[in-house]
Nanobody, 124 residues
Framework: QVQLVESGGGLVQAGGSLRLSCAAS????????MGWFRQAPGKEREFVAT????????NYADSVKGRFTIWRDNAKNTVYLQMNSLKPEDTAVYHC?????????????????WGQGTQVTVSS
């Protein structure tokens, strides 16, 4: 079993930055692709970014491309999401997820493990 715990969320003004962290425990996730997803009130869970097991490949939703960066430190069993130039529409609960495959995916149903999420609120 893999437990994922997100941290780093908070309240920030539009144009600001936040860095989210996702710490894994229970098992190493160094061979798993990881992803970040978000869910705003009343909306479906939405893909944000994904990274391959090695960190050599990444993919982003068009809405965050150029503003968000995903990377991982396998020695620390941790994945990060740097969010810059935040907009009010980025407000959501952000979840990290682990996929039992080395390749990333934007499909949330392909991820086996999920964290509880961390709230990000961007004020205008």
């Amino acid at each position: 079993q893999v437990q994922l715990v997100e941290s780093g969320g908070g309240l920030v003004q539009a144009g600001g930055s936040l860095r989210l962290s996702c710490a894994a425990s229970g098992r190493t996730v160094s061979s798993y692709a990881m992803g970040w997803f978000r869910q705003a009130p009343g909306k479906e869970r939405e893909f944000v970014a994904t990274i391959t097991w090695s960190g050599g490949g990444t993919n982003y939703a068009d809405s965050v491309k150029g503003r968000f960066t995903i990377w991982r430190d396998n020695a620390k069993n941790t994945v990060y999401l740097q969010m810059n130039s935040l907009k009010p529409e980025d407000t959501a609960v952000y979840h990290c997820a682990a996929r039992m495959s080395g390749s990333g995916s934007s499909d949330p149903t392909s991820y086996a493990y999920w964290g509880q999420g961390t709230q990000v609120t961007v004020s205008s």
